[in-house]
């Protein structure tokens, strides 16, 4: 059965770091792009970030681009979200999801559980 | 960016009923490919979301043929031919031809 399961959330401090994983399995992790989206509370989606198969091509979204660092190993079938100076607007849940991609065409097929981030003194 | 727009932020349905959920983006979300990158989502009461329809108008897997989605370059449409109870959630559009970017959001409740 396909499985994603994020962790690393918590409680921290604004300007502080924290490093999100996200444990893949019953795929191919290798054979996948992958991404992390958020929705802080009572809110709706927002995409942050992609990577491709071998980590070698990424993207994200302007209001994360130098905080944030979205990166896997495909040895330990595991996704990353490295977010550093973090401020109270990044207060969400963070989802990794997988992502189908052909013909330059994309979408989310699967999702995790979703890990809780609060930023706040 | 593309701004996606969902007009209808609640939707009461009435068990058995249709509904009807659009979708409008900003630019016309119609690739080179001749397919349309727009996707739905729907994301039940405490859950992560799921996807229900990719590329405009083809089913993931596991999704009732009482979805269906429709629509070409800048407006889209969800429909559900019968709700059922378990369909109570927000539904999402989003794009991914440039920048993807998320509608609001549409919460779909049972009369």
Known sequence: EMQL???????????????????????????????????????????????????????????????????????????????NSLRAEDTAVYYCARIDWSLDLWYFDYWGQGTLVTVSS | DIVMTQSTLSLPVTPGEPASISCRSSQSLLHSSGYNHLDWYLQKPGQSPQLLIYLGSYRASGVPDRFSGSGSGTDFTLKISRVEADDVGVYYCMQALQTPTFGQGTRLEIK
């Open chain 1, 5 to 83: 399961v994020e962790s690393g959330g918590g409680l921290v401090q604004p300007g502080g770091s924290l490093r999100l994983s996200c444990a893949a399995s019953g795929f191919i992790f290798s054979n996948y792009y992958m991404g992390w989206v958020r929705q802080a509370p009572g809110k709706g989606l927002e995409w942050l970030t992609n990577i491709n198969k071998d980590g070698s091509g990424k993207s994200c979204v302007d209001s994360v681009k130098g905080r944030f660092t979205i990166s896997r190993d495909n040895t330990k079938n595991s996704l990353y979200l490295q977010m």
